[in-house]
């Protein structure tokens, strides 16, 4: 029980944090089998440290195990915040940020934009097996990392840094649609000065509308690689967090 009990420390609270695994459409019972599945297979293959779990130091590691699996939870969680960023960014500049539904996969309210981008970033997510890798970065975690090693003393900070790249990734996502929307103002601005007798609100809300969605298709293209480049920089990030 004792060396089971290690992985399942450091896994359940993965699964709790990460998307995907853990999203609030996926009942509660079916987190639990997977968790108790993926810590009954890594049991054998882990060497647990000969210390009591109800000692201070079996509970100073337990404490370690479920921070260290909500901070990789919680990167995952970041890549997938870039898209919702996108996505309110957009919502805000072409008038829809008042439209929202709830996200399945954090269980808040987002706008529908942001709501389009998180479900299409999920299925290229899954296209990408992102779902078994999310297993294996779980397995490499406990190679780098053991029970009871030691953490690396930056490692809170490097996941500070990487909060950066989420806005600036959501940033490239929503450039095009942004500046063109920008333009778009523009112009109304000049229309509304040539021509005030004309109601602005009643004709640039339906074109902004209309010159949003036709934005968002045509920047989906670009979509594919730059979603694919955030996942993959937080696949590779991870390793070099539990690096001692």
């Not at 790249?165 to 229309?191: D, R, Y």
């Not at 036709?214 to 990030?237: N, Q, R």
């Amino acid at each position: 029980m004792t060396s089971l009990m290690w992985p399942l420390l450091r896994v359940g609270s993965f699964v709790l944090a990460s998307p995907v695994l853990g999203a609030k459409s996926i009942p509660v019972r079916t987190r639990i089998i997977l968790t108790l599945a993926i810590a009954w297979i890594l049991a054998p293959i882990i060497e647990a440290p000969a210390i009591n779990p109800l000692s201070a130091g079996g509970l100073l590691i337990s404490l370690q195990q479920v921070a260290l699996g909500l901070g990789m939870g919680f990167i995952f969680h970041m890549a997938f915040a870039t898209v919702v960023i996108a996505g309110q960014s957009i919502a805000m500049a072409m008038g829809l940020g008042f439209a929202s539904a709830v996200d399945p996969q954090n269980g808040v309210q987002v706008p529908v934009v942001s709501q389009f981008y998180m479900i299409l970033a999920t299925l290229i997510f899954l296209a990408l097996d992102g779902h078994l890798l999310l297993i294996q970065t779980v397995h490499h975690s406990f190679e780098l990392l053991p029970v009871g090693a030691q953490w690396p003393r930056d490692l809170p900070w490097k996941i500070v840094q990487w909060g950066s790249q989420m806005f600036v990734s959501g940033l490239l996502i929503a450039l095009p649609a942004l500046a063109s929307l920008l333009l778009v103002n523009l112009a109304f601005g000049v229309i509304t000065r040539s021509a005030p007798q004309l109601n602005i609100f009643a004709v640039g809300f339906p074109i902004t509308l209309l010159a949003g969605f036709a934005l968002i298709l045509l920047s989906l293209p670009s979509f594919l690689p730059l979603v694919s480049d955030a996942f993959e920089s937080v696949f590779k990030l991870i390793p070099t967090l539990l690096e001692p």
